[in-house]
C-alpha cells in the first residue's frame, strides 16, 4: 500500500507566487525523495534528503524533513509556468534490508497560471 | 547518472494480443523497476526486475501476466500478456534510487487496448 500522503492534491496559483507541497508517512524511512512529472511522462528527480538532514535547497526548490512529525514540504519559489507538473514524494523505508523500494505519495498537481 | 531508453513510447492495442516493453539503461545498475500509473494517480510498483533470477512481483500482479526479463545489469523487458482495456495505463520502467541516490526513469510507454 502506498505509504506516502501528499496535501494539497492540486494546486493552483500565479506565476511569481511560491507553492508549497506537504509529503506524509507512516514508518521509519531512510531517506525522502521528490519527483516531478510532467503530462504522465517518465519522472525525474528533484530532491533527496536523508533521514538525519532537516532542509536542503536546490535552486528555487527547498524541502524540508520533521522525522518526529514524519512529514516533509517541498517548497518552490517565484514559480513559473513551466513548473506546472504532478509532484511526488517517495520515502525508502528503513531496515528494508533486501527489499529495498521506493514507496510513492499521491502527488500534487500543481497548475501555475500566467 | 544514469540515462534510460524505454519503448515503445506509446501503443494500440487489440485485447487478448501481448506487448513487450524494452529498457535500455547507459550504463549497470543493480535494481530496476516496473511501474503501472493509471492517468491522474501515483506509481504503482509492479515488481522489481533482479539480474540472473526472477523477479519479485509485487502483491496483485503476477508473472504469468507480466513476465520480466532481466537478462543483463543493463536491460529490461516487461511484457503485458492477454491484455483487457483494463490494462491500459502507463507503464514505466526504472533504476536506481534505493541506496541514497536518486532514481531515474524511462519515458514511460502509453498503452491503450482497445
Known amino acids: 500500500s502506498q505509504q506516502g500522503e501528499e496535501d494539497p492534491q492540486a494546486l493552483s496559483i500565479q506565476e511569481g507566487e511560491n507553492a508549497t507541497m506537504n509529503c506524509s508517512y507512516k514508518?521509519?524511512?531512510?531517506?525522502l525523495q521528490w519527483y516531478r512529472q510532467n503530462s504522465g511522462r517518465g519522472l525525474v528527480h528533484l530532491i533527496l534528503?536523508?533521514?538525519n538532514e532537516r532542509e536542503k535547497h536546490s535552486g528555487r526548490l527547498r524541502v524540508t524533513l520533521d522525522t518526529s512529525k514524519k512529514s516533509s514540504s517541498l517548497l518552490i519559489t517565484a514559480s513559473r509556468a513551466a513548473d506546472t507538473a504532478s509532484y511526488f514524494c517517495?520515502?525508502?523505508?528503513?531496515?528494508?534490508?533486501?527489499?529495498?523500494?521506493?514507496?510513492w505519495g499521491l502527488g500534487t498537481s500543481l497548475a501555475v497560471n500566467p | 547518472s544514469a540515462v534510460i531508453s524505454q519503448k515503445p513510447s506509446r501503443d494500440i492495442c487489440q485485447r487478448g494480443t501481448s506487448l513487450t516493453i524494452q529498457c535500455q539503461v547507459d550504463?549497470?545498475?543493480?535494481?530496476m523497476f516496473w511501474y503501472r500509473q493509471q492517468p491522474g494517480q501515483s506509481l504503482t510498483l509492479i515488481a522489481t526486475?533482479?539480474?540472473?533470477?526472477?523477479?519479485?512481483?509485487e502483491s496483485g500482479f503476477v508473472i504469468d501476466k507480466f513476465p520480466i526479463s532481466r537478462p543483463n545489469l543493463t536491460f529490461s523487458t516487461l511484457t503485458v500478456s492477454n491484455m483487457s482495456p483494463e490494462d491500459s495505463s502507463i507503464y514505466l520502467c526504472?533504476?536506481?534510487?534505493?541506496?541514497?541516490?536518486?532514481?531515474?526513469f524511462g519515458q514511460g510507454t502509453r498503452l491503450t487496448v482497445v
Open positions: 517517495a520515502t525508502v523505508l528503513a531496515n528494508a534490508g533486501n527489499n529495498r523500494k521506493l514507496i
Open positions: 514508518t521509519s524511512i531512510n531517506n
Open positions: 534528503i536523508r533521514s
Open positions: 550504463s549497470q545498475v543493480t535494481m
Open positions: 526486475a533482479n539480474q540472473g533470477s526472477e523477479a519479485t512481483y
Open positions: 526504472s533504476a536506481g534510487g534505493t541506496a541514497n541516490t536518486e532514481a531515474f
